[in-house]
């Protein structure tokens, strides 16, 4: 309880820090600092009891007060929204599309453009300048990578339409009316400090990892890479290789497969970046006869925790999944809400998550100094996940 209090009183001083104009984009190195935030996004919530029922977010997905279809207040006027997405490239990704077509659908008030960038930054900046030329009421942006961004939402910007930034993070711009997503560096730290516990706890002395990243220049990867590495690095793990699987399936097969022939009975802990790399990795240390997750050779650690993560989880493939909440939709429409109504919205508002493992060895791990819950998966959670 105390914690959770410390931590609210934290959030509101980083809002008022952003009001005040002391903070810029909500770039991951805020995270260093152990900034409140952090905390947050995956604080003590899960000992309410929500670990998966969605309640953070599912609260307005198809609520009652957008369905009148009337999303601009009364006013019977319909909005339309632009949203360029990253791509397809996963089953994270294809949670966040489907809760901003839920949440913005005809039936709710809302004409959606939808672009799906396909993982091209190019595209993803002309998709934007469509929807200047469309003249739509708001851009949604989940940006594929976190820079080069000032021209275009500039552009926005002299055209007058506000910009809501959702999941990954621009690191180059504040042009934009608020952000909503999660904090990576928290992950890739909640990851270390798992690890570290778990080790301890079983008796393991070595840490020789291989990383599977993400997508290259998204802060995804960034954060990800940067929260586990400062672990390893103060327990002097050893990190053999770090190299991109692109967050999707057969890019982690193909990493792993290069991994196996290269450092072969070297290594006894492999962390992937999402949910998918982790699939490819099991698929191709399974065709070398390698023996992964609980209780076996090699260590499995994922991010995401999407429904078919938390199925590897329990079934013991996958030691621990590291949540990251797609579902920002009813939030970005509180934003919208919150403009339509004359109001400023935050301009940081960050996702409830929570990490996920097999074993009930470890009830929490300290991230950030704050200690943090661990929830082993059961099938009530994997059904209630997205
Ligand atoms: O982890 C991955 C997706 O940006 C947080 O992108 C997101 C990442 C997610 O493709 O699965």
């Known amino acids: 309880m105390k914690k959770k209090i410390v931590s609210l009183m934290m959030c509101a001083a980083v809002t008022a820090a952003f009001m005040t104009g002391c903070g810029s984009s909500p770039s991951n190195s805020s995270s260093a600092d152990g900034d409140a935030s952090n905390g947050d996004a995956a604080d003590g919530d899960a000992s309410d009891g929500d670990a998966a029922d969605g309640d953070a977010s599912d609260g307005d997905a198809a609520d009652g007060d957008a369905s009148d279809g009337d999303a601009a207040g009364g006013s019977g006027e319909t909005l339309t929204i632009g949203f360029a997405q990253v791509g397809h490239e996963s089953d994270w990704r294809t949670a966040s599309t489907k809760s901003c077509q839920d949440v913005f659908s005809?039936?709710?008030?809302?004409?959606?453009q939808f672009v799906?960038?396909?993982?091209d930054p190019a595209a993803q900046i002309e998709a934007i300048r469509g929807f200047i030329q469309q003249a739509v009421d708001y851009i949604i942006v989940d940006p594929i990578v976190s820079t080069g961004w000032d021209t275009v939402l500039t552009e926005?910007?002299?055209?007058?339409?506000?910009?809501i930034v959702i999941d990954r993070t621009i690191d180059d711009s504040d042009k934009y009316v608020s952000w909503v997503g999660s904090n990576f560096k928290?992950?890739?730290?909640?990851?270390?400090?798992?690890?570290?516990?778990?080790?301890?706890?079983?008796?393991?002395?070595?840490?020789?990892?291989l990383v599977i990243?993400?997508?290259?220049?998204?802060s995804a990867t960034i954060g990800r890479t940067d929260g586990f590495k400062e672990i390893a690095d103060a327990n002097r793990w050893k990190i053999l290789d770090s190299q991109s699987g692109d967050f999707t399936e057969a890019g982690g097969q193909e990493v792993?497969?290069?991994?196996?022939k290269s450092y072969e009975g070297q290594f006894n802990v492999v962390i992937c970046q999402n949910d998918n790399e982790a699939f490819g990795a099991m698929t191709a240390m399974k065709n070398a006869g390698i023996e992964y997750g609980v209780g076996k050779d090699v260590i499995l650690i994922s991010f995401d925790a999407c429904t078919a993560g938390l199925e590897k989880v329990m079934s013991g493939d996958i030691n621990a999944d590291f949540e990251c909440n797609p579902l920002a939709a009813p939030d970005v429409e509180k934003v919208i809400k919150q403009i339509?109504?004359?109001?400023?919205?935050?301009?940081?508002?960050?996702?409830?998550?929570?990490w996920f493992?097999?074993?009930?060895?470890?009830?929490?791990?300290?991230?950030?100094g704050e200690e943090q819950e661990l929830t082993v998966v059961t099938q009530e959670i994997i059904d209630a996940q997205y």
């Open 106 to 112: 005809a039936d709710n008030g809302y004409d959606l």
């Open 116 to 119: 799906d960038c396909d993982n």
């Open 156 to 163: 926005c910007e002299d055209a007058g339409i506000p910009v």
């Open 186 to 209: 928290t992950e890739g730290l909640a990851a270390g400090e798992w690890l570290k516990a778990y080790t301890d706890n079983k008796g393991i002395s070595e840490v020789n990892a």
């Open 213 to 218: 990243e993400g997508s290259t220049g998204s």
């Open 256 to 260: 792993m497969e290069s991994y196996i």
């Open 340 to 354: 339509q109504n004359g109001e400023t919205p935050e301009k940081e508002v960050y996702m409830t998550e929570h």
């Open 357 to 368: 493992v097999n074993e009930d060895v470890l009830s929490s791990i300290t991230v950030n």
